[in-house]
């Protein structure tokens, strides 16, 4: 927020300032023109109270920008408020990485910047997909388009050649040309906090939210070494040599208890670190001999992961249920399977959802209802047998409608000068005939 003086530097200064440049311009025309006669004629009455009164306000104005105050004030403002709005890929890509970290996407998943100009280029226009389809590549050209945020990512599988037969391919290639800058957040936005599936889960009201499969935190230390040492003196020099494998930085002494005859010693270490700290302690006789390696589980990142389950604040019918998630959605139809025993009239207190494809992280969780894109017929079988019902949508119409809301998170993000946009022609390829 702007403290009073800092208004007063901006909302005064840009007249004032170019009165005074008018001024100044028009006294070095008469000083240096080549043509005496032709000088413009700069009056040299005496002013009048209100002409005094205004150019008391300039000085009083380039005074007050001239002070500490307000060049601290300037130099305070937001980056947007300082320059042209200008905003380089790099800085828009750590923006979508502090929004939904990558870190978050499936081990599976190919997710980040997936295409990337050889010219940089300011980024002006960001256009959002679920998927890009020729549909979509021809409303970004048409936008002029710097970067495509594409949830689905177009290129998925490996590729070994650039060719003009394959359509995924023609679509990197037509990127490329037009200078457009490809990111797939994909699985990220599945998983992060306030992403897709909380979204989706929200479409049947408020409830407790909890997170189906917890995303694992970040660990340092992935590893435990546990061995013995026949002396104080060898724990020393055997852990002097374990923090030399990699700078001291990657190890961490958990323990050293005496034990029998010997000492019992347990340290941990990343990855990084793992083989030639193994290498290490196989040189030695007794902790060669009696090594054991554990593999250590990350902790779970509270709010982040696949699929949610809500238990309602107010449960609905059945068909409460159905009408809602059509309007939540913008469909005029849902596909829908009854549990073993519901009805329309049915009460669903409990809803588990899963954007996209979602059997696999449904599977087994006790609720009423099932929300998702899609599941195979014996996949949506299984669930009414143990009286879940289940409601599909198809794929990306579980996914589509977060664009907007991922629209407004990056907008206040961005600079003034980049507009975001959502697709138009992106649609579910399957619709009801």
């Not at 996407?105 to 226009?125: H, I, Y």
């Amino acid at each position: 927020m702007l403290t009073p003086s800092r208004n007063l530097c901006w909302t005064y200064f840009p007249l004032a300032y170019r009165r005074l440049c008018i001024r100044r311009s028009l006294i070095h025309q008469a000083a240096f023109s080549s043509s005496p006669s032709k000088a413009p004629v700069i009056p040299l009455s005496v002013p009048s109270v209100t002409q005094r009164d205004s150019f008391l306000k300039i000085q009083q104005t380039l005074a007050l920008l001239h002070s500490p105050l307000c060049s601290t004030s300037i130099r305070g403002l937001p980056h947007h408020a300082q320059g042209s709005g200008v905003m380089e890929l790099k800085e828009v890509l750590q923006i979508l990485e502090e929004l939904a970290p990558l870190s978050l996407a499936e081990s599976w998943d190919n997710v980040g910047l997936l295409v990337e100009p050889s010219k940089p280029k300011p980024v002006k226009t960001i256009l959002l997909t679920n998927d890009l389809t020729h549909a979509v590549m021809e409303e970004a050209e048409a936008l002029s388009c710097d970067l495509i945020i594409s949830y689905h990512p177009p290129l998925f599988r490996p590729i070994k050649h650039l060719v003009q037969r394959d359509w995924k391919q023609r679509l990197a290639i037509r990127a490329v040309e037009a200078g457009i800058a490809i990111f797939s957040p994909h699985t990220s936005w599945d998983s992060v906090k306030g992403g897709v599936n909380d979204w989706l889960v929200g479409g049947l009201g408020s409830g407790h939210v909890s997170v189906l499969s917890q995303a694992p935190g970040k660990a340092l230390h992935s590893h435990k070494l546990e061995f013995m040492v026949n002396s104080a003196d060898e724990v020393q020099s055997i852990l002097e040599e374990l923090k030399a494998c990699d700078s001291g930085t990657a190890l961490q002494q958990a323990a050293c208890r005496p034990e029998g005859s010997g000492i019992h010693v347990s340290v941990t270490c990343c990855d990084s670190a793992l083989t030639s700290s193994v290498q290490t302690l196989l040189r030695h006789d007794t902790p060669g001999s009696s090594l054991s390696i554990l593999r250590l589980e990350k902790p779970p990142l509270p709010g982040h992961g696949q699929g949610r389950l809500s238990i309602l604040d107010q449960p609905v019918t059945m068909e409460t249920a159905i009408q809602k998630m059509k309007s939540y959605l913008g469909l005029s139809h849902l596909r829908l399977a009854l549990g073993l025993g519901h009805t329309l009239e049915s009460p669903v207190s409990s809803v588990a959802v899963c954007a996209g494809s979602g059997a696999s992280v449904l599977n087994g969780v006790k609720a009423d209802l099932y929300i998702t894109g899609e599941m195979s017929h014996h996949e949506v079988l299984d669930a009414v047998e143990k009286g879940t019902s289940v409601l599909l949508s198809d794929h990306s119409n579980s996914e589509r409608g977060y664009l907007t809301v991922f629209k407004e998170k990056l907008a206040v993000r961005l600079k003034e000068a980049v507009t975001v946009a959502v697709s138009t022609a992106d649609r579910d390829p399957l619709q009801v005939v």
